[in-house]
């Protein structure tokens, strides 16, 4: 059974950062794209990064880019979102997601094969 797990969310002081990790199992995950999505409170999931299998191509959302970094370990089956600068409005639960094209990231989360359960991050002014 595929399965995401995230950890590293929490409460912090805009300004500072947050390192985000995703462990896989039960696919491929080599051969998987894989990203970050955040769903603030009230608001629709946004893809926020992805990165292909090699780590060679990634997406960025406009609103993080220069402050947020995608990267993965493919020997180790994880991927983590670095998270610098952050401010108040990245208050949202991040979700890790897996899915074999990087078409489905762009396009939308309505088509993403694999979902983690998702962690709080939460940053006060």
């Known amino acids: 059974q595929a399965r995401l797990v995230e950890s590293g969310g929490g409460l912090v002081q805009a300004g500072e950062s947050l390192r985000l990790s995703c462990v896989a199992s039960?696919?491929?995950?080599?051969?998987?794209?894989m990203a970050w999505f955040r769903q603030p409170p009230g608001k629709e999931r946004e893809l926020v990064a992805a990165?292909?299998?090699?780590?060679?191509?990634?997406q960025y959302a406009d609103s993080v880019k220069g402050r947020f970094t995608i990267s993965r370990d493919n020997a180790k089956n994880t991927v983590d979102l670095q998270m610098n600068s952050l401010k108040a409005d990245d208050t949202a639960r991040y979700y890790c997601?897996?899915?074999?094209?990087?078409?489905?990231?762009?396009?939308?989360?309505?088509?993403?094969?694999?979902w983690g359960q998702g962690t709080l991050v939460t940053v006060s002014s």
């Open positions: 039960g696919f491929s995950f080599r051969s998987y794209v």
């Open positions: 990165i292909h299998w090699s780590g060679g191509s990634t």
């Open positions: 997601a897996a899915d074999r094209y990087m078409v489905t990231m762009t396009s939308g989360a309505q088509k993403v094969e694999v």
